[in-house]
């Protein structure tokens, strides 16, 4: 019997692969038989990353995707190296809490700069017909539980993740045509060195309020690296337009 979660053989483009959900993500991915083209503007995360991954096969760019204008010839390269792209995990991302009352343009332009604008950029690159692999593919953005829950002091981290719950459904009903799947993931608190740090700066009650939201405990990066699996992979393939909630129970509340 075939493998229904088999990657094997497949080119996967995943951004923010240098640490946290992207770098377990390109492990896990690996594992499954899939060909890596890993984005991150970390050269050293990215090789310590290339270190990990099972598999010869593997290329890694060293670059900011919000330098829109080199997209293009960061995949196209990367298709003149290994083929075509069956796959595309957004995992780059940042987060930012502030009060509404000081937060600006700024602090706006820059989340959805990298939440948003570089995946659907990358996204409309992969999806021309010189770079997509003649079967389809499938497209993972992460977005958060806190697309479609509302938090206080995430206004503009919230907004952005809600934004890319919204385009993952208008984009799927664009690509269908090309056999292009799009979904995203919806995590809440999973122990990266970014919640890490910021648990250090925090008071124990709040930490443990954070805990006590999550019925499950908190994640970790292999919790959301598993889902990509299945959303890259033939055992998905009549999803698209779908956000998956994985939350260790946060939304239940």
């Known amino acids: ?7 094997e053989g497949r080119n996967i483009v995943i951004t923010g692969a240098a640490s946290g959900i992207g770098r377990a993500s390109a492990i896990i991915c690996s594992q499954c038989g899939a060909n890596l083209i890993l984005i991150d503007k970390n050269e050293e995360g990215l090789k ?15 670059q900011d995707i919000t330098e829109y204008q080199k997209i293009e010839a960061t995949i196209s390269e990367a298709v003149a190296k290994a083929g075509k792209i069956s796959g595309f995990v957004h995992s780059a991302g940042l987060t930012l809490t502030l009060p509404f009352k000081v937060t600006g343009p700024t602090h706006y332009e820059k989340l959805y700069a990298v939440n948003n604008i570089a995946g659907y950029e990358i996204a409309k690159v992969i999806s021309k017909k010189n770079y997509l692999h003649e079967n389809g593919a499938s497209f993972v953005f992460i977005a958060s539980i806190m697309g479609i829950l509302g938090q206080e002091g995430n206004i503009a981290y919230c907004s952005s993740k809600g934004a890319l719950v919204a385009a993952v459904k208008a984009m799927a009903l664009e690509l269908a045509p090309k056999k292009i799947r799009v979904n995203c993931v919806l995590p809440a608190v999973v122990r990266t060195e970014m919640s890490e740090n ?11 309020n954070i805990l006590g939201m999550h019925p499950l405990g908190l994640g970790t990066p292999e919790d959301i690296a598993y889902a990509f699996i ?5 055992a998905s393939k009549w999803i698209t337009g779908s956000s998956l909630i994985i939350d260790g129970g946060y939304s239940a509340h």
């Open 1 to 7: 019997m075939n493998n229904p979660f088999s990657l």
């Open 48 to 62: 310590e990353t290339l270190g990990r991954l099972e598999g010869v096969n593997h290329l890694f760019f060293a």
């Open 198 to 208: 910021l648990f250090k700066t925090i008071s124990p009650e709040s930490m443990n």
């Open 230 to 234: 299945f959303l890259l992979s033939a």
